[in-house]
């Protein structure tokens, strides 16, 4: 910040980092020597040296990053008897903030004695036009917490046809977080030690839509432990499955209406394609024959195929005492084998691959009269996700042999840890 001398310039303010932000060393309005000079300082080389508490704040903040408490680097003493012994010390709290679920602060819960910046998911307040905390920058849009919306349109709207282009995370601000009004594919949040793995799968018509939705339940109800380099984090799924887009166009030629065919399966996979995160559910896309297993040997037929971003489903061949019937099962009817497919766009592989567990959702374990019968998600398989997150995260030259699926992730903390482990 420049001062009144044309030639000064003085640092006021710094964040304190961890491994994510845990505070603000804050030095405006304290006498001028507490505060760096940045042109022509001159570090001292003798004397006293002082340090000058109750200018940083650290901040508390819970699973969703909101924080609810800041304290400084003062302690309070309290002498108990009035004896002039201290007995304890307290903490130095500067602000404390509940929160509505959409974010704004609960009337006669909230305080600050001395103001802190963030507030509502850790992002920065803007209380200059709507009053304190009412209003937060969230980077790629400004967030109205009174309305529980965005005050500019998604810019992924494409994505979410079903949902307002102003909503904020679908309406579920208990669960989900935005954390800067985009997406992610690994979202890791050091400041409520939270990991989320996210992904868009795009269907192309109302079956492939109710399909998909099945195959999903399975992984978006994980919750696990995973303890990063000794610190626990709580890791949950949110695969969000997106509706058929339909454009309705039309042009008037002659003064009569023409309507434009739309095909919401050209629309599923260019929306997946520009989406870093997005993938398509093509559903039944032929049918499956008999080849031999290159590991086990076994004849077997193919219930899918994954094929980098895009799902595709096949029909299993049904056979009777006779023989082959010339009848087909459509394997997208089976919930386990959709969720099978989709484990592919998280990295996880078929036997003899390098992330397949064998008492996971990638191994068949038999057949039924509703396709392929499979694992339950296992332990392993949750662990081979985010093993395959910390090979192959951000980087576009490494390539999987298995699937080639694409992982982004929002910062270093799975490929930086030294372990990673799945209770």
């Known amino acids: 910040m420049k001062s009144s001398e044309a030639t000064s310039y003085k640092l006021i ?3 304190i980092y961890g491994s994510s932000r845990v505070g603000i060393d804050t030095r ?54 009035n004896d002039g012994t201290i007995d304890y010390y307290m903490a130095d709290i500067t602000s404390a903030s509940d929160y509505y679920p959409f974010g704004s602060p609960l009337d006669g819960r909230t305080f600050s004695s001395d103001k802190y910046r963030f507030g509502f998911n ?42 307002s282009p102003y909503n904020y995370c679908a309406n579920n601000p208990i669960k989900f977080v935005d954390y800067d009004g985009k997406d992610y594919g690994v979202v890791v949040d050091n400041a409520s030690h939270t990991m989320i793995v ?34 626990d984090y709580t890791l949950s799924f949110q695969i969000k499955v997106i509706p058929p887009i ?54 077997t037929t193919e ?6 971003k895009k799902v595709n489903m096949l029909g299993l061949p049904i056979y009777d005492e006779h023989g082959f019937t010339g009848t087909y099962f459509d394997c997208g009817k089976s919930a386990d084998q959709v969720c099978h497919e989709f484990l592919h766009l998280l990295g996880l592989g078929d036997v003899g691959g390098s992330f397949y567990s064998e008492d996971g959702k990638m191994n068949y374990v038999g057949t039924t009269s509703n396709g392929y019968k499979l694992n339950p998600i296992s332990t392993k398989d949750i662990q081979n996700i985010l093993d395959y997150a910390r090979t192959y995260g951000n980087d576009t030259d490494k390539v999987n042999n298995d699937q080639h ?19």
């Open 198 to 231: 996210v992904a868009n799968i795009y269907t192309t018509d109302n079956k492939t839509f109710n399909q998909a939705c099945n195959g999903v339940s399975e992984i978006n109800s994980i919750v696990k432990t995973v303890s990063v380099d000794g610190v």
């Open 13 to 15: 303010e710094r964040p």
């Open 405 to 423: 699926a694409k992982v982004i992730t929002n910062d270093d903390t799975l490929q930086s840890a030294g372990t990673v482990t799945v209770k």
């Open 122 to 163: 850790g992002q920065e307040k803007d209380d200059e036009v709507k009053g304190e905390g009412n209003s937060l920058d969230f980077g790629a849009r400004i967030y109205d917490s009174r309305l529980g919306r965005w005050l500019g349109c998604d810019p992924l709207a494409v994505k979410y046809p079903n949902l």
């Open 303 to 308: 219930g899918g195929r994954t094929n980098g």
């Open 28 to 81: 405006q309005g304290v006498a001028g020597n507490t505060q760096l000079e940045l042109i022509g300082y001159t570090a001292p080389t003798s004397g006293i040296l002082t340090n000058v508490l109750g200018l940083k704040q650290y901040e508390f903040s819970n699973h969703l990053g909101n924080v609810l408490t800041t304290v400084s680097d003062k302690k309070i003493p309290v002498d108990v008897g």
């Open 246 to 299: 339909i454009k309705k166009e039309s042009f008037i030629r002659d003064g009569v209406e023409y309507q434009i065919q739309d095909n919401p399966a050209v629309n599923a996979n260019n929306a997946a394609d520009i989406d870093p995160i997005g993938n398509t559910y093509n559903g039944l896309q032929g049918y499956s024959l008999p080849e031999k297993n290159h590991f086990t040997g076994e004849i």
